[in-house]
């Protein structure tokens, strides 16, 4: 998705805010990614955790670090020791809640590294890269986002954890509030409005150019809990939250089974694996769903 907004001229970021580093993986040699986790709590380190850890540690502001130029996108690479930091923003996060001046500069520290970056090298989307999960890691992450997208799969699971979104989310969006009107003057927060552009569901199978009746039967149950469970619960807070009339689907993006396999090895775009129709066919779907982003959030 960040390459097809780049092919449109975009300057995109990507943030590996999961411990994990898969998207780091995805894009940096192996060897190379084994050196930089070596050497990320030294003088020389140059991840996510790097950056934060004077914070984490309380011995300091954040050491900005620049990001790793990857064809056209940017990286701010992760860090298996970024766990270290998601651990302290429980304290953090209660912090706030005692005006303590600790506690929001550690739940804004990743906002105030990103925004940097962005600002330094005029960046138009940044795209984070974080766990499933509803911990104080994404907490951080789509308090700070101006918009965000929800990724469906096509089954029951993914429908029912909905509810849990839209309820984690309005609870994040209010406490949030509560803890701005505590805030000591002059400290920066986090703007805490994320916007819902849309939702795009994912990794179904097609027959005959069109969605499996196995799939399909999700989808109309999609859009309704999308609506419901998300949408209609994040308008009673505000409801430029959630702007748009539903249906808001981005696009459709199949299960490409052996193609995202090969550009995860090969560390590049779907489009740029497999054969030419299958090239040509998921650019299309990319390009499409980018353009739709574009126009969502201008």
């Given at each position: 998705?960040?390459?097809a907004?780049?092919?449109?001229?975009?300057?995109?970021l990507?943030?590996d805010?999961?411990p994990?580093?898969?998207?780091?993986s995805?894009l940096?040699a192996?060897?190379?990614?084994?050196?930089?986790l070596d050497?990320s709590?030294?003088?020389?380190g140059?991840?996510l955790?790097?950056?934060l850890?004077p914070?984490?540690?309380g011995?300091?502001d954040i050491r900005?670090?620049?990001?790793?130029?990857?064809g056209?996108?940017y990286?701010?690479?992760?860090?298996?020791?970024?766990?270290?930091?998601?651990q302290?923003l429980?304290?953090s996060w209660g912090d706030?809640?005692?005006?303590?001046i600790?506690?929001?500069r550690?739940?804004t520290?990743?906002?105030?590294l990103?925004?940097h970056?962005?600002a330094?090298?005029?960046?138009?989307?940044?795209f984070y890269?974080?766990?499933p999960?509803?911990?104080?890691l994404?907490?951080v992450?789509?308090?700070?986002?101006d918009?965000?997208?929800?990724?469906?799969?096509c089954?029951?699971?993914?429908?029912?954890?909905?509810?849990?979104l839209?309820?984690?989310?309005?609870d994040?969006i209010t406490d949030?509030?509560?803890a701005?009107?505590?805030?000591?003057d002059?400290?920066?927060?986090?703007?805490g409005?994320p916007t819902?552009?849309?939702?795009?569901?994912?990794?179904?199978?097609?027959y005959?150019?069109?969605?499996?009746a196995?799939y399909?039967?999700?989808?109309?149950?999609i859009?309704?809990?999308?609506?419901?469970?998300?949408?209609?619960?994040?308008?009673?807070i505000d409801?430029?939250l959630?702007?748009?009339?539903?249906?808001?689907?981005?696009?459709?993006?199949?299960?490409?089974g052996?193609?995202?396999?090969a550009?995860?090895?090969?560390?590049?775009?779907?489009?740029?694996?497999?054969?030419?129709q299958e090239?040509s066919?998921s650019?299309i779907?990319?390009r499409?769903?980018a353009?739709?982003?574009?126009?969502?959030?201008k």
């Open positions: 998705m960040a390459e907004l780049a092919v449109l001229g975009k300057r995109v990507l943030v805010s999961d994990q580093c898969n998207l780091t995805y940096i192996p060897d190379v990614v084994d050196d930089m050497a709590e030294s003088d020389a140059a991840t955790w790097s950056a850890k914070v984490a540690d011995e300091g900005f670090v620049k990001p790793k130029t990857i056209s996108l990286l701010l690479p992760g860090d298996i020791l970024l766990s270290k930091f998601e302290d429980h304290q706030c809640f005692h005006r303590k600790r506690g929001y550690g739940t520290a990743l906002s105030t990103v925004n970056i962005a330094e090298k005029n960046i138009d989307f940044i890269d974080s766990g999960n509803i911990g104080p994404n907490r992450i789509l308090l700070d986002c918009a965000f997208i929800v990724p469906a799969a089954d029951s699971f993914s429908i029912r954890a909905f509810k849990t839209g309820q984690t989310l309005s994040w949030w509030k509560t701005v009107t505590l805030a000591p002059n400290v920066y927060l986090l703007p409005k819902l552009i849309g939702y795009i569901p994912q990794r179904f199978r097609v005959a150019d069109n969605v499996s196995d399909s039967k999700y989808l109309p149950r859009d309704r809990h999308i609506s419901s469970d998300i949408g209609a619960v994040l308008k009673e409801t430029a959630a702007p748009l009339p539903f249906q808001s689907r981005l696009g459709l993006v199949k299960d490409f052996r193609l995202a396999a550009a995860q090895s090969e560390g590049v775009p779907i489009w740029e694996v497999g054969t030419p090239r066919t650019k779907i990319f499409n769903i353009e739709k982003i574009i126009e969502r959030t």
